[in-house]
């Protein structure tokens, strides 16, 4: 019960399932998820440990950028229900289509300026 309960929770907060949505699309950074959402990089970040903790993405580092990925769910049959079927939902909600087309123009070496 403790593991269903911890992915729903993880998903009972809509800039969570924006950024789920992101990472859909591509490997993202804590700054380009801050860019695209227009939220404090602490923010960001808090969304990005529910998440992890519940088994949805994971992180890696690469050179000075840590990466945020969609896992496959592996870590629990909850997250992997719902990591598979959040692909599929929401791809065309209007406030979700238009998030999806900011993200080619987002780009961690011009936001961070190295």
Same mark, same amino acid.
């Given at each position: 019960?403790?593991?269903? $309960? ?5 998903? &009972? ?5 924006? $950024? ?33 903790e519940?088994?949805?993405? &994971? ?16 870590? &629990? ?22 998030l ?5 123009? $987002? ?8």
């Amino acid at each position: 019960m403790k593991e269903f $309960i911890k992915v729903m929770k993880a998903l &009972s907060d809509p800039g969570r399932v924006k $950024i789920m949505k992101m990472l859909q699309h591509r490997v993202m950074c804590v700054c380009e998820i801050q860019a695209a959402l227009g939220i404090a990089q602490s923010t960001a970040s808090k969304h990005l440990k529910t998440l992890e903790e519940a088994g949805l993405i &994971s992180s890696f580092k690469k050179g000075l950028w840590v990466n945020y990925i969609l896992t496959d769910g592996s870590a &629990s049959a909850y997250a992997a229900n719902l990591v598979g079927n959040l692909k599929h939902w929401l791809d065309y909600d209007p406030e979700m289509m238009a998030l999806i087309k900011t993200l080619p123009g $987002i780009n961690r070496e011009k936001i961070c300026k190295k």
